[in-house]
């Protein structure tokens, strides 16, 4: 029993710290705020276009050409691929330039919570497509799935099942639903990460 006692304590936090999101700072979560302290993820936070979740950000790079675009685009969706939250799986995996289209498949690490004696992650699966041209790129966030419990007992959902305003929140749609609301929260906060760090190479 002692043994079992040391290791949880040498093994545990160590497990904690290392399963925390990367690109999240630890003051990055979201502050109370006057009435709901939810109010960022509620009714029409997470967009459906023809029946699909598709976030979609247009950013504004003035004086810089497409090619210039491109070229810091498939940068950092390469840069995204080597991250360590992310799977073998993760790639670029299309590059058209005549349509003037580049985009990556991704599979990371998604983490509700992490502490000495508790896990709480799921396995993110997205798209990410940029259209670009002079001084411009439009992102799009779309393909959205979760594989969760896959170390116990593997669940598959998709966005439009999931996160969208049926599903992941409550009835009267003022908070987050129990379950699924915690999946739309962390979603939401990503998409944000990754647009805003877009956002700030094409803009300097």
């Known amino acids: 029993m002692k043994k079992l006692m040391i290791t949880l304590m040498v093994c ?15 003051d990055a979560a979201v502050t109370a705020q006057q009435g709901n302290p939810d109010a960022k993820y509620l009714e029409g936070a997470v967009p459906v276009v023809d029946g699909k979740v598709c976030f979609t950000t247009t950013i504004k790079a003035p004086g810089k050409t497409a090619s210039q675009i491109y070229d810091i685009v498939k940068n950092e969706l390469t840069s995204m691929t080597k991250e360590k939250n992310q799977f073998e799986n993760s790639r670029v995996a299309m590059d058209d330039p005549t349509q003037k289209i580049i985009g990556g498949t991704y599979q990371e690490w998604l983490v509700f919570k992490s502490t000495a004696l508790v896990l709480d992650r799921t396995r993110l699966m997205y798209h990410l497509l940029a259209e670009y041209k002079d001084g411009e790129v439009t992102l799009r966030m779309t393909r959205i799935n979760y594989l969760y419990e896959e ?3 593997p669940e598959t959902y998709k966005a439009e099942e999931w996160i969208t305003d049926e599903y992941g929140l409550t009835k009267k749609k003022n908070k987050l639903a129990r379950v699924s609301g915690k999946f739309r929260r962390k979603t939401i906060d990503r998409k944000d990460y990754i647009f805003k760090r877009f956002e700030t190479l094409l803009t300097k």
């Open 12 to 26: 545990l936090p160590l497990l904690a710290s290392a399963q925390a999101n990367t690109w999240e700072m630890p």
């Open 151 to 153: 170390e116990r007992t």
